[in-house]
């Protein structure tokens, strides 16, 4: 069993185009999170959930915006894609935030904006 | 905020020999520091990770060491594999949150 799943893992779409990418843990897990990894393999912060409640919000476009119907699911939907958003977006959960807390990501999801 | 630097940017070694690769962290209130390899289209994974309390941690041919004072923390694989090959980020604990490092990719030649 996939413990933090995400779909779709590929992702092809138009400039201005508007898509969510979704992501689900079995692991019972209370915080999650969306990673952005660029082309360089960056991984950077965008969000973090805990208990479905917003704890990190990096600064990124307000084009992005998380939602997290139950601590299991934190869904990511993007407004008016830009060509600069195609990069490759991991969700990942931990049993808390914070040190200690072993992070586990999802497969990603390739994303190209042309 | 917290900063974390990683060098070598790449790192190719030969089949059977030791590579290091080390991180700095800027905010000293940082208590924890994982590493993940992510092979080439996959997910990032855990290999080891070590608390502020020790100074080194070892699992079979991975050891992480952690010089608190200087604020730097290692990885040491010693015999490596051309499985080995893979990007490796090194991350410290900031608040809440994570923040990784830039990565190494290693390439190990056989």
């Known amino acids: 069993d996939t413990a933090v799943s995400q779909t779709p893992k590929y992702l092809v779409t138009q400039m201005g185009n508007d898509k969510s990418i979704k992501c689900e843990q079995n692991?019972?897990?209370?915080?999650m999170y969306w990673y952005k990894q660029d082309s360089k393999k960056f991984l950077k912060i965008m969000f973090s959930y805990n208990n479905k409640e917003l704890i990190i919000n990096e600064t990124v476009p307000n084009r992005f915006s998380p939602k997290s119907p139950d601590k299991a699911h934190l869904n990511l939907h993007i407004n008016s894609l830009e060509l600069g958003d195609s990069a490759v977006y991991f969700c990942a959960s931990s049993q808390m935030s914070g040190a200690g807390n072993t992070i586990y990501f999802g497969e990603g999801s390739w994303l190209t904006v042309v | 905020g917290e900063n974390v630097e990683q060098h070598p940017s790449t790192l190719s070694v030969q089949e059977g020999d030791s590579a290091v690769i080390k991180c700095t962290y800027s905010?000293?209130?940082?208590?924890?520091f994982p590493w993940y390899k992510q092979e080439l289209g996959k997910r990032p994974q855990l290999i080891i990770d070590?608390?502020?309390?020790?100074g080194e941690k070892k699992d079979q041919r991975i050891a992480v060491t952690l010089n608190k004072t200087a604020k730097h923390f290692s990885l040491h694989i010693t015999e490596t594999q051309p499985e080995d090959s893979a990007v490796y980020f090194c991350?410290?604990?900031?608040?809440?949150?994570?923040?990784f490092g830039p990565g190494t990719r290693l390439s190990v030649l056989p």
């Open positions: 905010d000293s209130a940082s208590n924890y």
């Open positions: 070590i608390r502020s309390n020790v």
């Open positions: 692991l019972g897990h209370d915080t």
């Open positions: 991350a410290a604990t900031y608040g809440q949150n994570f923040v």
